[in-house]
């Protein structure tokens, strides 16, 4: 089959991290016979260098006239990056949230995954990660305190800065049913997280979670508050299979969930809406500090391409050959910088490699 894909490179390790995601999609292409047509779109810094704004409309309608878009990451470095002394509304970030809710991408799947090869780097006591974890992180994308009206004023000759944090019950209930549609596919368990002993939008999350859940009898579920939920996180990751929450309680959460599993250079996320379409791209950020060393792991760039094979292209042998193709390359010993083992643990087997090799090694395997 033929497909259309938008390819947002960005910035940062962006370019250099697609570039080995769309080796891998060529690869997968000649082996099970798709052809992968690639347009590529201008978002982020690199776009306010070029046109002077982070998305343009064209840009926007390329990424809707594409089956999927990947992407790699933008932003700068928020301290010294010139980007960052420009309206809030003109930075590179805002490209991003404006492509989010032009194209309705509501659920933000980002699943956190302690590799076994890996289970070195995971930061927790080795009691605590036993046989390891699993979870996926549904993360509200299109609402909450992201969305809603801001203002910075004077009032009685003092500055007041407003955000507001607003959900209606649809959208409550379309980022629910995903959830548990998920789960069903999974281990069977959603952990609603909302902070309803404090607010009121939380409250109504909860009511509406109830309501999507009694149509899902075989999902067990429960409610978390989202300070609990932190700290569980820390303390007992495998009880978690699919954590549901509104937008910044996500942003927060899966920044910590990929921090557990020790390799925030491993972690892919998936962004749909209700047609097939998706934007995919690695849960970390641009890391400027390295750009252009050819030293960045596109490990999660290519599990987002995988991503894509399995949610917008349906095509799951597909995605599991990445994904093996994964597990295979760790297994052999091969490893970016930021997975290599810490000091004072072995390395025997292990062979340190850069982006393309890493993404040459995927290949190999698939
Ligand atoms: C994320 C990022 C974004 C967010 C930023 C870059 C706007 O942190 O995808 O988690 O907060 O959603
Ligand atoms: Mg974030």
Redesign the pocket.
């Known amino acids: 089959m033929d497909f259309q894909v938008g390819v947002i490179a960005g910035d940062g390790i962006g370019p250099e991290i697609v570039a080995e995601a769309r080796k891998v999609l060529d690869c997968v292409g000649s082996k099970f016979g798709h052809v992968f047509r690639y347009t590529e779109i201008l978002m982020g810094g690199c776009s306010i260098d070029a046109t002077g704004v982070p998305l343009t409309d064209e840009a926007i309608a390329a990424a809707k006239a594409s089956d999927a878009v990947l992407m790699g990451s933008i932003?700068g470095n928020t301290s010294t990056s010139p980007w960052y002394k420009l309206a809030p509304e003109l930075r590179p970030?805002a490209g991003?949230?404006k492509l989010r809710k032009e194209l309705n991408l509501f659920a933000n799947l980002r699943p956190a995954y302690l590799y076994e090869e890996l289970k070195a780097a995971c930061p927790l006591r080795e009691d605590i990660i036993g046989e390891g974890f699993d979870m996926m992180i549904m993360r509200e994308l299109t609402g909450g305190l992201y969305f809603g009206a801001r203002k910075t004023e004077q009032v009685d000759g003092v500055t007041v800065a407003t955000d507001t944090l607003t959900y209606s019950e649809n959208e409550i209930r379309r980022i629910a049913k995903r959830g548990f549609d998920i789960a069903m596919k999974r281990r069977k368990k959603v952990t609603s997280v909302d902070k309803a002993n404090v607010l009121d939008s939380s409250r109504l999350w909860r009511k509406i979670v109830e309501e999507v859940a009694a149509d899902y009898p075989q999902v067990a579920y429960e409610h978390m508050l989202v300070d609990n939920c932190a700290m569980q996180l820390v303390k007992d990751p495998k009880q978690f299979d699919v954590i549901l929450t509104e937008n910044m309680f996500g942003?927060i959460l899966?920044d910590e969930a990929s921090m557990v599993t020790g390799s925030i250079g491993m972690l892919a996320s998936a962004s749909l809406n209700d047609t097939k379409f998706g934007l995919y791209e690695p849960s970390g950020g641009s890391a400027p500090d390295i750009a252009g060393k050819g030293i960045a792991n596109p490990i999660a760039t290519i599990l987002s391409a995988a991503m894509m094979l399995r949610y917008s292209f349906d095509l799951d042998k597909e995605a599991d050959a990445v994904e093996a193709a994964v597990r295979a390359v760790l297994k052999q010993g091969f490893r970016t910088i930021d997975i290599m083992p810490q000091a004072g643990e072995t390395r025997d087997g292990i062979v340190q490699v850069g982006t393309a090799q890493m993404g040459d090694k995927i290949c190999e395997n698939i």
Request: proline residues 0%.
């Open positions: 932003g970030e991003l949230l942003d899966s």
